[in-house]
C-alpha cells in the first residue's frame, strides 16, 4: 500500500492489500520473536555490565524495541480475532441461507397445474406430503420427488 501524497498517517489506497500467506505470517512472528530476545539480551547486558546502572540514554531504545514488540504481538492477536469472527459471521450467514432453504413451505392441496420447491408440504389423498426436490409429479408415484410426511388413520 502506498501512502496518499500530503497524509501524514499513511492512509491507504482503494486497493486492499494482499493479505500475508501463512508462510509470510510465520515469517513475521518468527522476525517478532527474535527482535525480542535480542531486546531481552541488550537490556541484560546492561543490567550486568560493571559500568554500574545503566543510563536513560541506554535503556530508551532497548524499552522502545519490546513496547514495539508488545504493539505487534497485540495487533496480530486483534487481527487473529477479528478473521475469527469474521469466518464464524460467514458459517452463521451459510446456516441461517441454508436453514431457509429446507424450511417447509405449506402449499395447501396438491394441484396438476403447479409446479412445487424443494421442501413445499401439500395435501394429497387423506395424507401430507414433503417435496424432497423440485417437482410437477403427482404424490405417492415412484421417482415423484414426494415423501410421506403423515397419512390419514382413516
Same mark, same amino acid.
Given at each position: 500500500?502506498?501512502?496518499?501524497a500530503?497524509?501524514?498517517? *499513511? #492512509?491507504s &489506497?482503494d486497493?486492499?492489500?494482499?493479505?500475508?500467506?501463512?508462510?509470510?505470517a510465520? !515469517?513475521?512472528r518468527q522476525q $517478532?520473536w @527474535?527482535?525480542?530476545?535480542?531486546? =531481552? &539480551?541488550r537490556?541484560?547486558q =546492561?543490567?550486568i555490565?560493571?559500568a *554500574?546502572?545503566?543510563?536513560?540514554?541506554?535503556?530508551?531504545p532497548v524499552?522502545?524495541d519490546? @513496547?514495539?514488540?508488545h504493539?505487534? /504481538?497485540?495487533m @496480530?492477536w486483534?487481527? =487473529?480475532?477479528? !478473521? /475469527? /469472527?469474521? +469466518?464464524?459471521r460467514?458459517?452463521?450467514?451459510?446456516? &441461517? %441461507?441454508a436453514?431457509?432453504? =429446507? %424450511?417447509? $413451505?405449506?402449499?395447501g #392441496?396438491w394441484?396438476?397445474d %403447479?409446479s412445487?420447491?424443494?421442501?413445499a408440504?401439500? %395435501?394429497?389423498g387423506q395424507?401430507l406430503?414433503? &417435496?424432497?426436490? *423440485?417437482? +410437477?409429479?403427482?404424490p405417492g408415484t415412484p421417482? #415423484? *420427488?414426494? /415423501?410421506?410426511? +403423515?397419512?390419514?388413520?382413516r
Open positions: 500500500m502506498t501512502a496518499a500530503g497524509d501524514p498517517l *499513511g #492512509s &489506497s486497493e486492499p492489500e494482499p493479505a500475508p500467506t501463512e508462510a509470510e510465520l !515469517q513475521a $517478532i @527474535d527482535e525480542a530476545k535480542a531486546a =531481552l &539480551s537490556l541484560e =546492561l543490567r555490565r560493571p *554500574g546502572p545503566p543510563t536513560w540514554h541506554e535503556l530508551v524499552l522502545m519490546l @513496547d514495539k514488540i504493539f505487534a /504481538r497485540t @496480530d486483534v487481527i =487473529l480475532h477479528v !478473521q /475469527r /469472527r469474521a +469466518v464464524l460467514t458459517e452463521a450467514a451459510l446456516f &441461517s %441461507q436453514a431457509k432453504a =429446507l %424450511q417447509p $413451505i405449506w402449499r #392441496s394441484r396438476e %403447479q412445487y420447491p424443494k421442501a408440504l401439500v %395435501q394429497f395424507a406430503w414433503i &417435496s424432497e426436490y *423440485g417437482t +410437477v409429479k403427482r421417482g #415423484s *420427488g414426494w /415423501r410421506l410426511a +403423515v397419512k390419514s388413520p
